[in-house]
Nanobody
Framework: QVQLVESGGGLVQAGGSLRLSCAAS????????MGWSRQAPGKEREFVAA????????YYADSVKGRFTISRDNAKNTVYLQMNSLNPEDTAVYYC???????????????WGQGTQVTVSS
């Protein structure tokens, strides 16, 4: 069982940056691949980024590649999403997720956080 709590969301102007954090409970965090997804108003949840259990491999949606960076600190049971060059289209609730294998689909992840709101103003 893994419990996930996101933080770091907020309001930022276009072109700005935010760093999201996702703190995980449990002593087996380092076994889990971690992902970030987002859901904008009126849209389906979409994959944003993922990282393998070791941090050795990362994956990104085309829409965020080059602007967002996912990383993890297994000693702190935390995964991060550094978001740069934000634009209004990035406005969404951002969720972190965990499972034993990395994936890009919502169904690839068993454990989900409650989400944190990111709003980018123009």
């Amino acid at each position: 069982q893994v419990q996930l709590v996101e933080s770091g969301g907020g309001l930022v102007q276009a072109g700005g940056s935010l760093r999201l954090s996702c703190a995980a409970s449990g002593r087996t965090f380092s076994r889990y691949a971690m992902g970030w997804s987002r859901q904008a108003p009126g849209k389906e949840r979409e994959f944003v980024a993922a990282v393998t259990w070791s941090g050795g491999s990362t994956y990104y949606a085309d829409s965020v590649k080059g602007r967002f960076t996912i990383s993890r600190d297994n000693a702190k049971n935390t995964v991060y999403l550094q978001m740069n060059s934000l634009n209004p289209e990035d406005t969404a609730v951002y969720y972190c997720a965990a499972d034993l294998t990395v994936g890009r689909r919502e169904t690839d992840y068993k454990y989900w956080g409650q989400g944190t709101q990111v709003t980018v103003s123009s």
